[in-house]
């Protein structure tokens, strides 16, 4: 079967080579519209396909960008790859979604096969165990964005949550509500990950705030295997908690399936409130007060961000943007 050029298109649409491939890359700025219908049916009538490959070589990237998530099942990954894949298809980029799903060994293959596909730049939600790859990169002036986690002593542009204000927040909303016996539970801590150690460290920082003691039986970061357990625990206390912050979203979903199980009432046995916002939060009985963060917004300023480093000059200056948290009061609490 003959390969069908862009010189083809051109002969049977009668333009030149040139205005197909203005056509093919979306620059159709003084391009008329008849010229455009005359493309696009020579395109369908011969079946051609671009060669991506050699536009790539040509221009010296491909257009493509990499996106490696820890955890692909929280819905603030979720919510910052769509935010990404909206930005980058305004700007003709495509995007190629990995989860590492929190382990350092599969991160690793991720970033090594992203970049042996040449793609022109990466924005990861680092495990940080790979600090010798993470070096490289930054020393070779690789397009590198971190996103909801730091990696101490590496300079890379990153966007996360005020994560400490967050836990505040939730904190202080609690005690204006007569609460003073709070819980918290959250995700495994021993890897350092950075939102899970920062909430609980705001969540602490605020208990103090408020002349409350930091009771060590009321707040833990375990797998979520073992949350059931370690609830079990807080709950046969003489005097447990009168209120539970839940450190994320999953954590959230383990501390409702244990209150349903043991039936226990919102918010009259105990209160909840859960750091970010999850699609059920405005319609589960009584609907949750959360702590939500912008994650469309911070998507978009990490493709946006991304973007420009591939584009040029690399930045000198790595900053380090936080967004602010926001209280989103319901009947939970």
Do not use: W
């Given at each position: 079967m003959k390969h069908v050029t862009m010189?083809?298109?051109?002969?049977l649409a009668k333009v030149s080579k040139s205005t197909v491939s203005q056509y093919i890359n979306n620059r159709y700025d003084y391009m008329s519209?008849?010229?455009?219908?005359?493309?696009?049916?020579?395109?369908?009538?011969l079946g051609y396909k671009p060669n991506y490959v050699a536009k790539s070589l040509k221009q010296k990237q491909t257009s493509t960008i990499g996106v490696i998530v820890a955890n692909i099942l929280h819905t603030f990954s979720t919510q910052?790859?769509?935010?990404?894949?909206?930005?980058?298809?305004?700007?003709?980029?495509?995007?190629?979604?990995?989860?590492?799903?929190?382990?350092p060994r599969q991160e690793k293959e991720y970033i090594e096969m992203l970049r042996a596909k040449q793609v022109d730049g990466?924005?990861?939600?680092?495990?940080?165990?790979n600090m010798k790859l993470y070096e490289e990169m930054v020393a070779a002036k690789y397009p590198l964005l971190f996103v909801d986690r730091l990696v101490q002593g590496l300079p890379v542009e990153s966007i996360l949550l005020d994560n400490e204000k967050a836990?505040?927040?939730?904190?202080?909303?609690?005690?204006?509500?007569?609460?003073?016996?709070?819980?918290?539970?959250?995700?495994?801590?021993?890897?350092?990950?950075?939102?899970?150690?920062?909430?609980i460290n705001g969540y602490k920082k605020a208990l103090e705030k408020h002349s409350l003691p930091v009771?060590?039986?009321?707040?833990?970061?375990?797998?979520?295997?073992?949350?059931?357990?370690?609830?079990?625990?807080?709950?046969?206390?003489?005097?447990?908690?009168?209120a539970l912050i839940a450190g994320n979203d999953l954590t959230i979903m383990e501390i409702l399936k244990f209150i349903k199980k043991h039936n226990l009432a919102i918010p009259d046995q105990v209160a909840v409130i859960g750091i970010d916002e999850v699609s059920f939060s405005s319609i589960y009985h009584p609907p949750l007060t959360t702590i939500a963060q912008p994650a469309f917004e911070m998507g978009k300023m990490a493709a946006e961000k991304l973007l420009a480093q591939i584009k040029g000059p690399y930045p000198e200056q790595r900053e380090v943007q936080r967004f602010a948290p926001k209280l989103i009061v319901r009947k939970s609490t």
């Open positions: 010189a083809d298109v051109a002969a519209e008849e010229t455009k219908r005359r493309i696009e049916a020579a395109i369908q009538q910052v790859i769509r935010s990404i894949e909206d930005v980058c298809r305004e700007a003709n980029f495509h995007v190629i979604v990995c989860n590492a799903d929190d382990d990466l924005i990861v939600f680092p495990t940080g165990g836990a505040g927040l939730a904190v202080d909303h609690l005690v204006e509500n007569g609460y003073t016996r709070i819980g918290m539970l959250t995700t495994s801590l021993e890897q350092g990950i950075t939102p899970r150690v920062e909430r009771r060590e039986e009321y707040y833990a970061g375990v797998e979520l295997s073992r949350m059931e357990a370690v609830l079990e625990e807080m709950f046969r206390l003489p005097e447990p908690p009168e």
